[in-house]
T-cell receptor
Framework: DQQVKQNSPSLSVQEGRISILNCDYT??????FLWYKKYPAEGPTFLIS?????DKNEDGRFTVFLNKSAKHLSLHIVPSQPGDSAVYFC?????????????FGPGTSLSVIP | NAGVMQNPRHLVRRRGQEARLRCSPM?????VYWYRQLPEEGLKFMVY????????ESGMPKERFSAEFPKEGPSILRIQQVVRGDSAAYFC????????????????????FGAGTRLSVL
């Protein structure tokens, strides 16, 4: 039972254009969401997060949008750069737990074409 | 401040041998998580530990797998009698202690990941 879904295994975008990575979740108790980025042969690194009390969080070229009613979030990267080519993992957790267990989606591999 | 350190980076074992994966969390972090990434798949939660305690091992296979985080030293993920299906990348992450935010729940912490150990079982 996959609680966090990323239905696009891969995405190709031209440099300078917008990249939109999507994520859906099924557990209504999730109220904190994160995006991690992973390069080959490295561990995931934290990118951006959003709490359910917000519907948008922005950090430079990265913006995450949250639609609680649809149980959907998306990561926008604009403008996309070749260095953004990586696997992006969506993750979710619930504040009812005192520890930081997160559930990861399967990831979307982004390729930014120069 | 050194990041999360995992060693070895690569580990080759023959079927039936034991694999020991080590993880030293970031300084000041008392929470350790282990994840497994099978080829072409995402990160699967295995176990969450605090110093000397296993808090959640719901993602750990019932047999052959064990984890510990002693008072002194790194966290160890041990796989006994390895089989080919154990071949994967194993990632460790750490985070600082959680902070309760009154009736609003717990302030969530970011997990910082190590570079992983790639286990190959021949």
């Amino acid at each position: 039972d996959q609680q966090v879904k990323q239905n696009s295994p891969s995405l190709s975008v031209q440099e300078g254009r917008i990249s939109i990575l999507n994520c859906d979740y099924t557990n209504s108790m999730f109220d904190y969401f994160l995006w991690y980025k992973k390069y080959p042969a490295e561990g995931p690194t934290f990118l951006i997060s959003i709490s359910s009390i917000k519907d948008k969080n922005e950090d430079g070229r990265f913006t995450v949008f949250l639609n609680k009613s649809a149980k959907h979030l998306s990561l926008h990267i604009v403008p996309s750069q070749p260095g953004d080519s990586a696997v992006y993992f969506c993750a979710a957790s619930a504040s009812e737990t005192s520890y930081d267990k997160v559930i990861f989606g399967p990831g979307t591999s982004l390729s930014v074409i120069p | 401040n050194a990041g999360v350190m995992q060693n070895p980076r690569h580990l080759v074992r023959r079927r039936g041998q034991e694999a020991r994966l080590r993880c030293s969390p970031m300084k000041g972090h008392s929470h350790v998580y282990w994840y497994r990434q099978l080829p072409e798949e995402g990160l699967k939660f295995m176990v969450y530990l605090q110093k000397e305690n296993i808090i959640d091992e719901s993602g750990m296979p019932k047999e052959r797998f064990s984890a510990e985080f002693p008072k002194e030293g790194p966290s160890i993920l041990r796989i006994q009698q390895v089989v080919r299906g154990d071949s994967a990348a194993y990632f460790c992450a750490s985070s600082p202690p959680s902070v309760e935010q009154g009736s609003s729940g717990w302030i969530k912490n970011i997990q910082y990941f190590g570079a992983g150990t790639r286990l190959s079982v021949l």
